[in-house]
């Protein structure tokens, strides 16, 4: 997963890497705290990813 800034001119930076993890990066959402959580497509799981990646 990448994120950026929208001020940053075309930069971009790793949020989290999870493909060494079975399955794909599938639907995410972002709640109140700052955590992401991502359904991993075809694993039947689901990652909570701390705001600092």
Same mark, same amino acid.
């Given at each position: 997963?990448?994120? &950026? /800034? $929208?001020?940053?001119?075309?930069? *971009?930076?790793? $949020?989290?890497?999870?493909? &060494?993890? %079975?399955?794909? !990066?599938?639907?995410?959402?972002?709640?109140? +705290?700052?955590? /992401?959580? +991502? =359904? *991993?497509?075809?694993?039947?799981? /689901?990652?909570? !990813? =701390? %705001? =600092?990646?």
């Amino acid at each position: 997963m990448w994120w &950026s /800034l $929208f001020d940053v001119k075309g930069e *971009r930076t790793v $949020f989290h890497d999870g493909r &060494s993890r %079975p399955g794909g !990066i599938d639907g995410s959402v972002m709640d109140k +705290n700052g955590y /992401l959580w +991502n =359904a *991993r497509w075809g694993t039947g799981e /689901l990652d909570c !990813i =701390a %705001p =600092a990646g």
